[in-house]
C-alpha cells in the first residue's frame, strides 16, 4: 500500500537541470574543455563535488583540493543568478495538478535532493509548504546513488520504503530509490531510466492511479 511520494527536486518539480547544465558548461569552457549532452546525464542527482570531479575527470583536468573548492564556488554563484530570477511559472507543467490531488487524498509528500539550493529554489517558486519534509543536500552525508537521501525522508515521514514512491529524472537518483528499497519512477526518457519500476515523460495529465496500477505486482 502506497502513503507517501518522494519527489527529487531538479529536473522533476522544476526544470532547474537547464541551469545546472548551462552553469557547469561555462565552468568547462572556463577551464577549456567542454561536455556533451549525454555527458550531463551523468551529473544529474550527484553532489556539486562529483559533479565537479566528473567534468575534470573527461577534461584531463587536475586540480588541487583549494582549487575545487573555488571552481564549484563559481559554478554555484552562476548558478544562483539563474535560480534567484525563479518564479512560480517555472514549475513544471502538470506537477500542481498532481500534488493537488496527492494532498486531496490524504498522500504524504516530501522532496528529496542532493542540492544544497534545494530550499532557495522551493521558496522562490512558493512550494516550501507543500511538503511535510525537504530532504536536500544540506542534511545528507551521501549523494545518490546511494539512498539516504530517500531514507531520510521516508523515515521524517514515518513510512517505510516499499510504502513510498520517488519520482526521478536522473540515473543516479533511480539507482538510490531501487537501492533503498523504494518504487522508482522515472520522470523523463525511458533510454535514460529504464532501469525504473515506470517511466512518464512529465507530469501531464498523468494520473496517480495509473502509475499505482503499473507497479502493482513489482517488487520495490
Ligand atoms: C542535484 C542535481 O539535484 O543537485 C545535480 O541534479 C546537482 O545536477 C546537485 O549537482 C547539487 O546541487 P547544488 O545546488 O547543491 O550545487
Ligand atoms: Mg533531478
Known amino acids: 500500500m502506497i ?11 522544476v526544470d ?11 565552468l568547462a569552457n572556463h577551464l577549456g574543455s567542454d561536455f556533451s549532452e549525454e555527458e550531463n546525464e551523468k551529473l544529474k542527482g550527484v553532489s ?3 559533479s565537479l570531479n566528473l567534468i575534470l575527470e573527461w577534461g584531463g583536468i587536475q586540480k588541487t583540493e583549494k582549487e575545487k573548492k573555488e571552481l564549484a564556488e563559481l559554478k554555484n554563484g552562476w548558478y544562483r543568478e539563474y535560480i534567484l530570477q525563479m518564479d512560480p511559472s517555472e514549475i513544471l507543467d502538470g506537477v500542481l495538478p498532481f500534488l493537488d490531488h496527492l494532498a486531496r487524498i490524504g498522500i504524504r509528500m516530501a522532496v ?4 544544497k539550493n534545494a530550499g532557495t529554489i522551493l521558496d522562490q517558486v512558493g512550494l516550501t509548504h507543500r511538503f511535510e519534509a525537504i530532504i536536500d543536500g544540506t542534511k545528507i552525508t551521501r549523494s545518490k546513488p546511494n539512498p539516504q537521501v530517500f531514507e531520510m525522508g521516508a523515515e521524517a ?15 543516479k537518483g533511480i539507482d538510490a530509490a531501487i537501492a ?6 522515472g520522470v523523463g526518457k525511458e533510454e535514460n ?18 502509475i499505482l496500477k503499473a507497479i502493482e505486482g513489482k517488487t520495490p
Open 3 to 13: 502513503k507517501a511520494c518522494i519527489f527529487d527536486l531538479d529536473g522533476v518539480i
Open 16 to 26: 532547474t537541470a537547464k541551469y545546472h547544465f548551462i552553469a557547469w558548461r561555462r
Open 48 to 50: 556539486r563535488m562529483d
Open 112 to 115: 528529496g535532493s542532493s542540492s
Open 157 to 171: 515521514m514515518g513510512v517505510s520504503p516499499s510504502e513510498c514512491i520517488v519520482f526521478e529524472d536522473a540515473e
Open 180 to 185: 533503498g528499497g523504494f518504487f522508482a519512477v
Open 193 to 210: 531510466l529504464g532501469h525504473a519500476h515506470y517511466v512518464i515523460p512529465n507530469f501531464i495529465g498523468v494520473a496517480f492511479q495509473d
